[in-house]
């Protein structure tokens, strides 16, 4: 199914570490499928969010490889951009990463990922972890499922 047609009726979705690595390092594999969700995020036609956990994961091999411009690039579309909303993680948030985690036997990054969706009324999730879609109270839309367009 093309991306496109997933995300018609999504109103507000969270941004997975994977996705927004593959857009900023543009990777050929998946460029033209995140292409379109960030295209619609600037338009406006999208809201979107993101985490700590988010923002981290992406920063570490920028770190390692001492790669500030890139590091920088990740810090400017997660934290600058007007349409994706920096969620934070609080006790509300973990209280109900404990509770996601217990319910999905998910990991702890995950089950913070998909609470601070929740918390932010996301009505999707972008990723490409097909171990997230047992998650029921999202729509969980991974990336290797879509087609471009």
């Keep these: 199914m093309k991306i496109s047609s997933r995300l018609k009726n999504v109103r507000r979705i969270f941004l997975d570490t994977a996705p927004v690595i593959y857009y900023v390092e543009k990777n050929p594999d998946y460029l033209d499928r995140v292409q379109v969700v960030f295209e619609s995020l600037d338009a406006g036609n999208l809201a979107g969010a993101a985490s700590a956990v988010t923002l981290s994961e992406c920063l570490v091999l920028p770190y390692r490889l001492n790669k500030p ?30 509770d996601l985690r217990a319910r999905y036997n998910l990991t702890l990054p995950d089950a913070f990922q998909v609470a601070a969706a929740l918390t932010a009324e996301c009505d999707a999730f972008l990723t490409n972890d097909d171990t997230l879609k047992r998650v029921t109270e999202l729509n969980v839309i991974v990336l290797d499922e879509t087609e471009a367009g």
């Excluded at 590091?71 to 948030?93: R, T």
Aim: proline residues 0%; negative net charge.
């Design 69 to 98: 411009e890139i590091a920088q690039a990740f810090i400017h579309i997660l934290g600058s951009s007007s349409n994706i909303d920096f969620v934070a993680l609080d006790e509300q948030v973990a209280s109900r990463a404990a």
